[in-house]
């Protein structure tokens, strides 16, 4: 989920810098600002959050019989 939105956010980036914009306010949407918000939420999902499933075991569960 994280890499995902960190893939959309990497792509306004790039955009916003290849078209040279800064929509009207140039300190908070900027390529650098934005890419360090697709970083953050790759490392999240580099970290295992926002993968859903919680501690669920597929089969028999470990430690029975």
Known sequence: MFASLAAIVFGFALLLDFLNTNLGA?????????SLIGFLLLALHLAG?????GRWYRGRRPGRG
Do not use: K, W
């Open 26 to 34: 140039p300190d908070l949407f900027n390529a650098q600002t934005l």
């Open 49 to 53: 959050f926002g993968h859903g499933r």
